[in-house]
């Protein structure tokens, strides 16, 4: 991994196995094999923030949007653009990441991609419950570094799921509240604070 975190801050150019070859230390052949292995990037990531950070910690999660034209991408779907304000086609990630609150910082931990909503469809789900499952899927290891998870408005019928469903379980999670939505809050922290 040190050899392949290497070349991708070194050369320029296009970020392919031949190119990797070229520059690293391995075979082309080499790098193909061991990115057909899987590697746990939450453990690694989680390792190196619990070395490396206070405390004083909280996961944020956002998706973001990535531009992505081609049809046979996979997950290639339309998704939401802050950016532009509108949907549109491309590629989309769940971020995850540690904010350490005593050093003002923040380390990424995990991207989880994004089915897109058709595929999503196939299986029952929609997006709320994709992100749903991505925070459940993490429970143990999200809570090791935090029970704090910040989002943003526009999750709130994903932290209604979180609270009301059958997933929560002391995960604190705070929204940045616009007036439209005190209300609604206002309720779900008391909730929250009689859970405690």
């Known amino acids: 991994m040190v050899n392949i975190f290497t070349l991708f ?8 196995f031949t190119n990797m070859s070229r520059y690293g230390d391995y075979s082309e052949q080499t790098y193909l094999n061991n990115f057909e292995k899987p590697f746990d990037f939450l453990a690694f990531n989680k390792s190196l923030i619990l070395e490396n950070c206070s405390p004083h910690r909280v996961i944020s999660f956002d998706p973001g949007y990535i531009q992505k034209s081609g049809k046979k ?16 086609k491309g590629l989309e990630i769940g971020g995850f990441a540690v904010v350490d609150i005593d050093n003002d910082t923040a380390m990424s931990l995990e991207a989880v991609q994004t089915p897109s909503v058709k595929e999503l469809r196939q ?3 929609t997006l709320v419950t994709h992100y749903v499952s991505i925070v459940v899927e993490r429970k143990e290891a999200l809570e090791s570094i935090s029970k704090y998870i910040v989002a943003d408005v526009n999750f709130s019928n994903l932290i209604r799921c979180l609270i009301f469903g059958e997933y929560y379980n002391h995960l604190l999670i705070f929204i940045k509240i616009n007036d439209i939505f005190l209300a609604i809050y206002l309720e779900l922290v008391l909730q929250i604070l009689d859970n405690f």
């Open 9 to 16: 801050m070194g050369p320029g150019g296009r970020y392919n």
């Open 73 to 88: 991408t996979e997950h290639i779907g339309t998704f939401w653009s802050s950016t532009s304000g509108k949907a549109l």
């Open 123 to 125: 299986t029952g789900k």
